[in-house]
């Protein structure tokens, strides 16, 4: 953690963005530095912005079987600006609130961007966790629907936010697992 | 959303008044089946009439209005939303005619709706428009629709075309006739959302007629804008401007009826959506009827996230070929965000907060930095005109701000300055990068405890330790070196053990200052103790709340497996594994349930059961006899010294107690070939439970030991010696510790890896780990009294372990197989460490003080009967002494007396047994909430099933002229392109148009 390099922010940047994301100054030092790395030199951090591969290949994010999704949701347009690496990094802090954890973790699990989770998205989930390509039919159906069973409470044949809010917050370890250490590598 | 279609089912069911009885959900969809089954035929004779009705053009106005009359066969099922939508203005179905039970029914169920607990916290787009109807519920409520009912002048009304003239009207108030005429407007655009979904299969590629129109992608998305920004609006704010909504629906409206028309043959599923987000909000309502409805109001606030509802939850859901995020905003709105209704909302309901609380909620908006920083400049200064006007005059606001704004700075460097020195951050994310989060669990138990015992020993340092040195007597033993592992000696004479603390009261220089080393020594031991108990206390209950918040499980934990994938883990082998591990649990857990189903036979329940009576009692016999072999080797233990001179002799003890540690938690864990849990889960805990009880039983031994033989065996100083033995435990099973994890893991790799492959890496044995933990801080606790320097030695040793269980966690193990629930275990380790291990400590050393007589010749406490005749003596000195006489007064009536006690402890149990009641209560209540939510999912299914079969009888009707259809929809949309920026204007001039004639 100590290793950052103090770089030329201005001091109310830097305030401003302690004031709206959960990261410490050191930590968005860090990022800082880690974006000034990746994106072509001599750009003003504001104006540089980093592709989709560029954030996806980062060492936190590089093995990481939802990163395309995360992408998607954190990135504007495909590209990522500072503030939007910044935000990323700020959901996935530990200090913040569970509540913006779940809104963040329902749109990435959310792979058709319906509002919903639903079977198809489940099956997708599903297939990125095993990662394996023998996945039987029966298996993804039987887990799907015993995931509907537990978490669909009207029935509809898939989640809703609140279905899916209400069962992540029985869930401590959710918030837990919900992390990313984007500084310090 | 399916709330609307209900309302619909009034307008259209003929024996409507049945309905309204059965508003009641249970069997309310037997009767919307009535209208869906006969929808055609109302919907033909109620279409025209809006078109001769003046109000109706007034309503509609829309361009596309005609062209869609000029189809031949309108009325398909999707359109009902439209058309009812402008039905469902009394004043439209009082003009249809002699239809009077339907409009008597509107107001009722608009009641039911408009309740105030629900205004603002609206998701679903039905119920915005009870907002805007709440007038009609209103006036049926004060009775002046019920006259309208039976006037015959109320149709005279409708159809008079002056609106100036109805507001006239002596039915009606004039304010109220006033509202209801934008909400007459509004109406149709409400009427439009309720298209939605079926927009959305003309975004979707398999859209039949997509490829004949050329234009429609433009058409398609252009419309999203208006309705985004719309869609706060109609959904929570019931006082828009009039012409804005207006405007919206112009834009939106017009092509709704078009698209309506081209996706006559949709496809189900949009709607299916939309009916989802519907559902909730059906709960909502009905809910409303409960007298408490604590919970559902949290359903409520779950239902609408803040803001972020607006565009998440917006139906205009599009393919994954939308160019817009669907989430979040339309572009459009991005920036301007703020500035819409709901974020109007948000920053008033921002401006009375604190600064803090101000910055935490703007900090939780699901929404981009720039939003973010946007809507705190909002708020800002929004707060600063707040502001100005209040404390013109006041420069101590300002003065209190920016102290506010001081210290929140030096708080900022503060937590900085604790976060950069805090330990192991950064080992800590290695581990949890490579071990996932149930590792991690462990080291952070261990940095936890860490914590402790540097608190514990800061406090017992300052106290107890420095002002003995600073009288300390020369230490005259010699130091060998075995000292540093039988405690004895060379150490017996130091500030680590009790013996060798005077009794005397310190005093330097002029003797002012003077420093009473008894009541120092039982105050620090006291307050120290406290300050654990609370601490314990607190995050125990901490990791409860967190832990048990649902008073039933539902679930077995498959949905948990699936959504709480380690986010935290970045090693690939690891994920790899992970990933590996994971999809045999998944098929473990789905064979458990499998098997759940699966009834034993009787012969097979009477072997299971007999086998985890065998092994329960094996275990608890092992346990006994590895007590009673403890207090047989304590007892003679005595006799063994004397006779064998040799100073390293007292390590038996220890070095025997440890070997029992070691042994048998595994002799504990080779029980699980014999007696087969079917859930994982159960043999944790199995497991736990008999390791505990033998660690503690051990403890507890020894501790009768100390107590009731050492103790009044008259040895001199008896306190240095038990002091002894607890730091030659402590130090022989930090030894253990090492060598297990130096030898005994690093062998264990070596034969997995080299020598028995199919053994594999071991996994780290949390549970195992954790209780050797619990372990040693018992006995630190214990000791404090003793050998006041014990927390010190703890923190050393804790030092250590950290470093060489992370080297051999890095070097031997793999991660563990079982997706572990970290928190749960967590919270039952702290319970452990609570309830057996802490208490215990306080009963032990509760007799020792209470109970016991302290060694005549050494230790602070020399010469009294009891230890805690230190206490007594200090109170009958300050009796002496006026000023302190109300510390005399708390001591005798609250903390020395009975009676208090018995009062407090009453009072205690009186409201534990309320709070108990009212979680009763709330059990009660959550069932019959969950209940219900099953009950409306089975309701809305039902519902979508009679509509799914409508729209198949209808596709299959309208095969036959489909092309037919096709040509005529294309020409309306064409059109619609050009006409689009202009529909506005248009619009509104063909209103006035329209009113015009009338007039």
Same mark, same amino acid.
């Given at each position: ?119 198809? @998205? ?64 | ?8 089912? !009034? ?96 107001? @009722? ?93 003309? /975004? ?16 398609? $998305? ?205 080992? +800590? ?54 000292? +540093? ?11 680590? !053990? ?117 092994? $329960? ?14 207090? !047989? ?51 944790? !805990? ?19 030991? $100390? ?73 630190? $606790?214990? /000791? ?162 009679? +509509?799914?079969?409508?729209? @198949? ?27 689009? @920026? ?18």
């Amino acid at each position: 953690m100590g290793q950052c390099l103090r770089h030329q922010m201005h001091c109310e940047d830097l305030e401003e963005y302690q004031a709206l994301t959960f990261l410490t100054r050191n930590e968005i030092l860090c990022i800082h530095d880690t974006f000034l790395k990746l994106c072509p030199p001599g750009k003003y951090y504001k104006e540089a912005t980093l592709t989709t591969d560029q954030v996806s290949s980062l060492p936190a994010l590089r093995v990481n079987p939802f990163r395309d999704r995360i992408c998607k949701v954190f990135s504007h347009n495909n590209v990522f600006s500072f503030e939007d690496v910044l935000s990323m990094a700020s959901v996935f802090s530990e200090q913040a609130c569970p509540s913006l954890k779940i809104e963040y973790a329902f749109r990435i699990y959310d792979f058709n961007e319906n509002g919903f989770i639903d079977e198809e @998205d489940l099956q997708r989930i599903v297939l990125r966790l095993l990662n394996s390509d023998d996945v039987s039919e029966d298996l993804l159906t039987d887990l799907t629907n015993h995931v509907l069973n537990e978490s669909d409470l009207d029935n509809d044949n898939m989640l809703s936010f609140s279905e899916f809010e209400h069962a992540m917050a029985k869930s401590p370890d959710f918030m837990n697992s919900f992390r990313i250490h984007f500084w310090g590598f | 959303m399916s709330a609307y279609y209900r309302n619909n089912g !009034y307008e259209e069911d003929p024996d409507y008044p049945d309905y309204s009885e059965s508003w009641n959900r249970s069997w309310g969809h037997l009767k919307t089946q009535d209208y869906t089954d006969s929808p055609d035929t109302l919907k033909n004779s109620g279409y025209p009439i809006p078109r001769s009705n003046p109000y109706s053009a007034d309503y509609r106005t829309s361009l596309d209005y005609p062209k869609s009359l000029a189809e031949p066969d309108y009325p398909g099922s999707q359109n009902n939303p439209e058309e009812s939508g402008t039905r469902s203005n009394p004043f439209f179905a009082g003009s249809r005619s002699s239809d009077y039970p339907t409009s008597l029914a509107e107001p @009722d169920y608009v009641g039911s709706w408009s309740k105030p607990s629900h205004s603002g916290s609206s998701r679903e787009p039905g119920y915005s428009e009870s907002q805007r109807n709440s007038d009609f519920g209103g006036s049926r409520s004060s009775g002046n629709y019920a006259g309208s009912r039976t006037n015959p002048d109320y149709l005279d009304y409708l159809g008079e075309p002056d609106y100036p003239g109805a507001q006239g009207n002596t039915n009606h108030p004039g304010s109220r006739a006033n509202s209801n005429h934008p909400g007459s407007r509004r109406n149709p655009e409400h009427a439009g959302s309720g298209i939605i979904p079926y927009v959305d299969v003309l /975004g979707e590629p398999d859209y039949p007629g997509a490829e004949n129109q050329p234009n429609s992608p433009n058409f398609f $998305w252009e419309p999203d804008y208006p309705r985004a920004e719309n869609s706060p609006n109609f959904w929570g704010k019931p006082d828009y401007p009039v012409t804005e909504d207006g405007r919206d629906y112009g834009s939106s409206e017009t092509s709704e009826i078009t698209r309506e028309v081209l996706s006559r043959t949709s496809s189900f599923r949009p709607s299916l959506r939309h009916r989802g987000d519907g559902s909730l909000g059906i709960v909502g309502r009905e809910n409303e009827d409960y007298p408490e409805n604590i919970a559902m109001k949290s359903m409520n606030m779950a239902s609408v996230p803040g803001a972020s509802g607006n565009g998440y939850v917006n139906p205009a859901y599009v393919g994954e070929s939308s160019p817009h995020p669907v989430y979040g905003n339309p572009p459009l709105s991005g920036c301007e965000w703020h500035k819409s209704p709901e974020g109007q909302k948000l920053i008033a309901s921002l401006i009375p907060m604190t600064s803090r609380d101000r910055i935490k909620a703007i900090r939780n908006q699901p929404r981009t930095m720039e939003e973010k920083r946007n809507l705190r400049k909002m708020v800002d200064k929004e707060k600063s005109k707040h502001s100005h006007r209040m404390f013109e005059l006041n420069c101590c606001a300002q003065c209190l701000s920016s102290i506010s704004r001081a210290y929140r700075r030096s708080k900022n460097s503060l937590s900085e300055l604790l976060d950069y020195i805090s330990l192991w951050q950064k080992t +800590l994310k290695v581990i949890g990068s490579k071990f996932g989060t149930s590792v991690l669990s462990y080291f952070n138990f261990l940095r936890w405890l860490l914590k402790f015992n540097i608190f514990s020993f800061i406090v017992t340092f300052s106290f107890i330790i420095i002002p003995q040195f600073t009288v300390a007597e020369k230490n005259t033993l010699q130091f060998t070196g075995l000292e +540093l592992l039988t405690g004895a000696g060379y150490f017996r004479d130091t500030v680590m !053990y009790y013996g060798f603390y005077t009794n005397s009261t310190i005093r330097h220089g002029n003797g002012r200052a003077s420093y009473n080393m008894q009541l120092a020594y039982i105050f620090t031991i006291g307050a120290c103790l406290i300050i654990c108990f609370f601490s314990l206390l607190f995050s125990m209950a901490r990791y409860f709340r967190n832990n048990f918040i649902n008073p039933h499980i539902y679930s077995r934990g498959i949905a948990k497996l699936i959504f709480c994938w380690d986010f935290t883990v970045t090693n690939e082998t690891a994920v790899k594994l992970r990933q590996k591990n994971l999809s045999t649990e998944i098929r473990e857990n789905l064979s458990e349930i499998l098997q759940e189903n699966v009834k034993l036979t009787l012969n097979q329940q009477l072997i299971r059961l007999s086998a985890h009576l065998a092994a $329960w009692f094996v275990s608890t016999g092992v346990a006994v006899a590895c007590c009673v072999a403890v207090y !047989y080797l304590a007892e003679n233990n005595s006799e063994f010294l004397k006779n064998h001179k040799d100073p390293g002799a007292v390590l038996l003890l220890p070095f025997i107690v440890s070997c029992i540690n070691l042994a048998v938690p595994r002799l504990y864990s080779l029980f699980r070939l014999v007696e087969r849990y079917e859930m994982p889960r159960h043999e944790v !805990y199995t497991l736990l439970i008999r390791n505990i009880f033998l660690k503690i039983s051990i403890i507890g031994i020894l501790c009768y030991y $100390w107590l009731n033989i050492v103790a009044q065996a008259g040895e001199e100083c008896w306190e240095t010696l038990i002091g002894q033995e607890i730091y030659r435990l402590l130090l022989m099973d930090f030894v253990f510790s090492l060598a297990d994890s130096f030898l005994g893991e690093f062998l264990r790799r070596l034969i997995g890896m080299q020598f028995i492959t199919s053994l594999g890496l071991q996994e780290f044995d949390i549970a195992r780990n954790v209780l050797e933990l619990i372990y040693a801080q018992t006995l630190v $606790w214990i /000791g404090t009294f003793f050998c006041p320097l014990l927390p010190f030695i703890q923190m050393i040793t804790l030092f250590i372990m950290f470093y060489v269980k992370n080297i051999s966690l890095m070097m031997n193990f793999q991660p563990p197989s079982k997706a572990w629930r970290a928190s749960q275990m967590m919270t039952f380790f702290i319970f452990l460490l609570f309830f057996p291990s802490f208490t215990g400590v306080l009963c032990t050393l509760a007799i020792t003080i209470w109970r016991l007589k302290p060694s005549a010749d050494c230790g602070p406490f020399r010469g009294l009967p009891f230890f805690i005749h230190s206490i007594y003596g200090w109170i009958d000195s300050l009796s002496k002494r006026p000023s302190y006489l109300w510390v005399v007064w708390i001591y005798q009536n609250l903390i020395g007396s009975v009676h208090f006690f018995f009062i407090l402890t009453l009072i205690v149990l009186i409201i534990t047994y309320l709070y108990w009641q009212i979680t009763e209560g709330r059990k009660i209540m959550i069932r019959l909430l969950h209940e219900q939510i099953i009950n409306e999912g089975k309701d809305k299914m039902f519902l979508i099933e009679k +509509l799914t079969k409508l729209q @198949d009888m209808e596709k299959r009707a309208n095969t036959s002229s489909f092309t037919q259809e096709r040509r005529d929809v294309e020409q309306p949309g064409a059109l619609y392109v050009k006409e689009h @920026d202009a529909a506005f204007d248009l619009r509104f001039r063909r209103s006035v148009q329209e009113e015009n004639p009338k007039a």
